[in-house]
């Protein structure tokens, strides 16, 4: 089943119900946004001559269109390629690239950036909102394609320890697993009212454009087309029942800015947090300003949105015996899928013992894009290796400790530091590099540039390298020059012991 059977139920139940909305103002009802869909699919089809699989790529930030790109791509057999709106365009590039994508759909406010995208396979450029952009909506609305369950749906690019990001490749039958299991395992109220966007669109908030729409939920794109506190507080207020996924940091700032402008929130259904670890005290805010409105999910782009959950219940249990322990916890698995801990030869481990989490069944990617080798790697033995490391309590609670990918994670962004270390050994200068996360108040994590250099070599210089090399918000922070790096007797970098010496009381920086 094609998953923009969600929204072409809607165009016929709920026609005349609000579908998408910029800001307070309403765009589009259920009938007008599938009736937009099926026209952008008969141009996809019939002007560009894309065959169902073919791969349309949208690099923009938040903005309404990001819906009807989204169905019309569905509507059409076609997968859609969102892209992080923060990457350099070196990184853009090499999606568009590797995707072989066909069409790429450029938000206005970053036609720089993707001006000089070009591809062997990219047939056409397209600015949203522009003439030609709104030409594609005359085309003769075509039927909805039959899709079998496994045909890809969305092309996830998630950045590996590898260096270049890879495509994980996400599927009807997964995203279809992902919104069943949303109001069974995050959600059980099914609130009738609007999801907020206040999260990147390419990311979680654009896969939770399902579920909500599965029950017909008006998607609110805040005008902002990014992340304001006091928008957010003013939209959920306007619409009432609001739900919204954010990352920690995202919760964070909107815990204080309700503190510090003394705001009584209203409006709001469910608040949705992952993405990156919630510490218990911020937790403990949150409820204290938003009420028993939160659920936590755990998932990655290899098995989206659905590995485990905290649902709303688990968090407003207030008399069971473990509930503050379990607030520390990312919840049970979801319905969908197994999870379990493996050890280091891939068997079982019994709860309590750390391990990897390894998941199956239906939410999980089948695998990469034309990469057989990490397909290979992520997937054996038919178990999704998360590269995340827990254990499970005797309750079924699973507890995250660590990451054996050693992923920074900061405001909810994922930075893998062998692609900043990647780039800082380019500079002639660097003799060695170790980029590790280290807490950070405001965003969870912050980047930590640990370097061997030349003398002479400082921080503004190698900022300024990066800077032109990779999207802003993976450059480290912080620049510790140093004489040389800890390593093991096989040279490997010893990033736990440099963490170690870099939290202790002697900091050297
Ligand atoms: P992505 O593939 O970009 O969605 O990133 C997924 C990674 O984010 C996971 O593998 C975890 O390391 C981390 N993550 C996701 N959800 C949570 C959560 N609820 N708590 C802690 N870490 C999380």
Request: hydrophobic share 45%; with cysteine.
């Amino acid at each position: 089943m094609n998953v923009a059977h969600f929204f072409r139920r809607n165009g016929i139940a709920r026609a005349d119900r609000p579908a998408v909305a910029l800001g307070r103002k309403t765009l589009w009802t259920w009938r007008e946004l599938c009736t937009r869909a099926a026209r952008l699919a008969g141009s996809l089809r019939g002007r560009f001559g894309l065959a169902p699989g073919d791969r349309v790529a949208i690099f923009a930030g938040n903005l309404p269109q990001y819906v009807e790109l989204l169905v019309g791509s569905w509507w059409a057999g076609l997968a859609a390629v969102p892209i992080n709106a923060r990457l350099h365009p070196s990184e853009l590039a090499w999606i568009v690239e590797n995707a072989g994508a066909s069409l790429l759909f450029v938000d206005p406010a970053l036609e720089a950036a993707a001006a000089a995208v070009s591809a062997p396979e990219l047939r056409a450029s397209v600015t949203i909102g522009t003439p030609s952009y709104e030409a594609l909506f005359a085309a003769d609305p075509v039927p909805l394609a039959e899709v079998p369950a496994d045909t890809l749906a969305w092309l996830f690019y998630t950045s590996g320890t590898t260096g270049r990001p890879k495509g994980a490749m996400i599927t009807h039958r997964n995203l279809r697993a992902m919104t069943h299991a949303y109001f069974l395992d995050v959600d059980e109220r099914r609130p009738d009212g609007c999801i907020l966007h206040a999260a990147p669109m390419s990311h979680g908030s654009g896969l939770y454009i399902l579920p909500q729409a599965a029950i017909g939920a008006l998607q609110v794109v805040p005008e902002s087309g990014g992340f304001d506190e006091a928008e957010i507080f003013e939209l959920a207020a306007h619409f009432g029942e609001a739900t919204l996924f954010v990352a920690p940091t995202m919760l964070k700032r909107l815990v204080r800015h309700a503190r510090t402008q003394g705001l009584e929130p209203r409006g709001f259904a469910t608040i949705v947090y992952g993405g990156a670890p919630m510490y218990l005290a911020d937790l403990d805010a949150a409820h204290a300003v938003f009420g028993f409105h939160l659920a936590q999910i755990y998932g990655q782009g290899e098995s989206p949105m659905t590995i485990t959950a905290l649902d709303r219940r688990a968090h407003a249990d207030t008399t069971h015996p473990r509930w503050r322990e379990r607030l520390t916890s990312a919840g049970i698995p979801q319905s969908v899928c197994e999870v379990a801990v493996h050890d280091e030869a891939d068997r079982p481990l019994p709860p309590g013992e750390i391990g990897e989490i390894v998941v199956r069944g239906e939410s999980v990617v089948p695998g990469y894009w034309r990469n057989p080798q990490a397909t290979a790697e992520t997937l054996r033995g038919g178990w999704l290796h998360t590269g995340d490391v827990g254990c499970f309590d005797a309750d079924g609670f699973l507890y995250l400790k660590d990451r054996s990918k050693d992923l920074v994670i900061s405001g909810g962004a994922n930075i893998y530091p062998r692609e900043v270390e990647d780039v800082l050994l380019q500079h002639p200068a660097v003799r060695e590099a170790a980029v590790i996360g280290l807490p950070d108040p405001e965003w969870g994590e912050t980047v930590v540039a640990c370097v061997v250099a030349e003398p002479g070599i400082d921080a503004p210089t190698l900022d300024r390298f990066c800077l032109d090399r990779m999207a802003r918000y993976k450059r480290p922070r912080r620049y510790v020059f140093l004489e040389s790096l800890p390593k093991n007797s096989y040279g490997k970098i010893l990033k736990r012991e440099l963490k170690a010496q870099l939290l202790g009381p002697r900091e050297n920086s």
